[in-house]
């Protein structure tokens, strides 16, 4: 017989889990909670956004020579 454990792990939709969560159950602090986190991921994001593209910038006039 075989273990689940072995068996590859689903990959979980994040994104599609954090949209389908009840912000009805939230008081108002929670949801503002809620959105600063929200905005300090999207900093971070974004962040890492213009890090690869420059990344990305160099690599590509590195080797158009």
Do not use: H, Q, Y
Request: proline share 2%; net charge negative; charged share 40%.
């Amino acid at each position: 017989m075989f273990d689940e454990a072995d068996l590859p792990k689903k990959k979980t939709d994040l994104l599609a889990d954090l949209a389908r969560e009840d912000l009805d159950r939230l008081s108002i602090a929670d949801l503002d909670v809620r959105i600063a986190c929200l905005e300090a991921e999207l900093v971070r994001t974004r962040a890492k956004r213009e890090g690869a593209a420059s990344f990305r910038a160099a690599a590509d006039s590195l080797f158009k020579k």
